[in-house]
């Protein structure tokens, strides 16, 4: 079954208003790494948070992993039609030999 | 710097048919992999690589082949093409199984 999980599956905003996707595991995560896909495009690696209770930022987005490293949040402030597109999150599971394993992803829809 | 270079961008195959999906990375990266992607849907792992000759399979390896003779190339077979293989196929590749991931482009593929 799937290791890591994301929710919500989709998200409509209007212009202007935040988004936030969480992503939870069930086991601890040496790290967690978010990535970006605009419709019709591949994955693109925005960011890996490595630390317990670490947060960073890339403009309007904010990235937060747990403390006990088993859960993450992605957060856009005013979202904006360039935000569209499917946000995953992936860890390296060590049931699954410390591969990397996405969740599901979010899908994001931001009505201008 | 090309990164990872996919080839064909798009295929239609009959029922039958077979095919090669290409996939080539300039970065040196020991780490390769395979996924597909339906409509709406997240990523599942077809097959992997943690170097030339070694090869396993992922989530869902059913229907494919893979060979890794080169750290450069990884390419994907289809034997018998079948309508449920209709996918966007993506090669990836990292340093090592916990580290962010380069993704090509895809290849969108149709069995009519």
């Known amino acids: 079954g799937q290791q890591v999980m994301q929710i919500p599956q989709y998200q409509h905003v209007q212009e202007g208003e935040d988004f936030t996707t969480y992503c939870n595991s069930s086991?601890?995560?040496?790290?967690i790494q978010w990535y970006k896909q605009r419709p019709g495009g591949h994955p693109v690696f925005l960011i890996q948070l490595v630390k317990s209770g670490e947060v960073k930022k890339q403009k309007r987005l904010t990235f937060q992993f747990g403390e006990a490293k088993k859960n993450s949040s992605l957060h856009i402030t005013a979202t904006q039609t360039t935000d569209v597109g499917t946000y995953f999150c992936a860890g390296p599971v060590r049931n699954a030999g410390n591969m990397l394993t996405f969740g599901g992803g979010t899908r994001l829809m931001v009505k201008p | 710097n090309a990164g990872v270079t996919q080839t064909p961008k798009f295929r239609i195959l009959k029922i039958g048919q077979s095919m090669t999906l290409q996939c080539t990375q300039d970065?040196?990266?020991?780490?390769m992999y395979w996924y597909r992607q339906d409509p709406g849907m997240g990523l599942k792992l077809i097959y992997y690589s943690v170097g030339a000759g070694i090869t396993d399979k992922g989530e869902v390896p059913n229907g494919y082949n893979v060979s890794r003779s080169t750290t450069e190339d990884f390419p994907l077979r289809l034997e018998l093409a079948a309508p449920s293989q209709t996918s966007v196929y993506f090669c990836?590749?990292?340093?090592?199984?916990?580290?962010?991931?380069?993704f090509g482009d895809g290849t969108r593929l149709s069995i009519l």
């Open positions: 086991t601890t995560l040496s790290n």
């Open positions: 990836a590749s990292s340093s090592l199984g916990n580290q962010p991931q380069h």
């Open positions: 970065m040196n990266h020991n780490y």
